[in-house]
């Protein structure tokens, strides 16, 4: 059984920085791309980042020049590091993760993952 737990988020100020960890643990037949998604109270949830097996990366607009996502494929584990955070970055992060292979799929669409942690909650305060 397939579990994904994160870590990492917490409260901050504007302009500062955290970095969260998805952990995968259990058996899968392929290496995991992995997601990070965000919802803020009263709105969709939306992608933040994707890291593909070979390490491919996306970013949604919002984020692109302040977030990396990366990986760890000794320890099953992605990262996603923020900085300059802005009160707009405030919402419960969720860890995604997909192991099919062989289909087309839309990396930013959450039904297209199979795999989901429980979030961890990113607030930013001025």
């Known amino acids: 059984q397939v579990h994904l737990v994160e870590s990492g988020g917490g409260s901050v100020q504007t302009g500062g920085s955290l970095q969260l960890s998805c952990t995968f643990s259990?058996?899968?037949?392929?290496?995991?791309?992995f997601a990070w998604f965000r919802q803020a109270p009263g709105k969709e949830r939306e992608g933040v980042a994707v890291?593909?097996?070979?390490?491919?990366?996306f970013y949604a607009d919002s984020v692109k020049a302040r977030a990396t996502i990366s990986r760890d494929n000794a320890k099953n584990t992605a990262y996603l590091q923020m900085t300059d955070l802005k009160l707009e970055d405030t919402a419960m992060y969720y860890c995604?993760?997909?192991?099919?292979?062989?289909?087309?799929?839309?990396?930013?669409?959450?039904?297209?993952?199979?795999?989901w942690g429980q979030g961890t909650q990113v607030t930013v305060s001025s």
């Open positions: 995604a993760a997909r192991t099919i292979v062989g289909e087309r799929w839309n990396i930013w669409r959450p039904e297209d993952y199979a795999y």
């Open positions: 259990g058996y899968a037949d392929n290496r995991p791309s």
């Open positions: 890291i593909q097996p070979g390490s491919s990366t």
